[in-house]
């Protein structure tokens, strides 16, 4: 059974950071892109950032470019979204995703490519 584990949440006033965690476990994770996507009030969920199953690619939101980076460490079977510089307009849910796609490299990273997804954990940023 898969399961995607998000953490790192919080409050935190405009021009702040934080790093959001997602642990997987039930899967060979190094196989797989993985994706961070996030969900406001009343909006639908939108893609944030992915990055490919060697971690040599990282593809971004065009909002949040120069501002959050993904990474992904494959012994530990984490991925991570560092958040710097946050607006108030990043307040969502952030949701961990695993894609379902072997070795896939490209820059295509449709809702429907991710299979597995986290519970999701709420970013607050106030101004």
């Known amino acids: 059974q898969v399961q995607l584990v998000e953490s790192g949440g919080g409050l935190v006033q405009a021009g702040g950071s934080l790093r959001l965690s997602c642990a997987v476990s039930?899967?060979?994770?190094?196989?797989?892109?993985m994706g961070w996507f996030r969900q406001a009030p009343g909006k639908e969920r939108e893609f944030v950032a992915a990055?490919?199953?060697?971690?040599?690619?990282?593809y971004y939101l065009d909002s949040v470019k120069g501002r959050f980076t993904i990474s992904r460490d494959n012994a530990k079977n984490t991925v991570y979204l560092q958040m710097n510089s946050l607006k108030p307009e990043d307040t969502a849910v952030y949701y961990c995703?695993?894609?379902?796609?072997?070795?896939?490299?490209?820059?295509?990273?449709?809702?429907?490519?991710?299979?597995?997804w986290g519970q999701g954990t709420q970013v607050t940023v106030s101004s």
């Open positions: 990055i490919t199953y060697s971690g040599g690619r990282m």
């Open positions: 039930g899967r060979t994770f190094s196989n797989y892109p």
């Open positions: 995703a695993a894609d379902v796609r072997t070795y896939y490299s490209g820059s295509s990273y449709p809702p429907g490519a991710f299979g597995f």
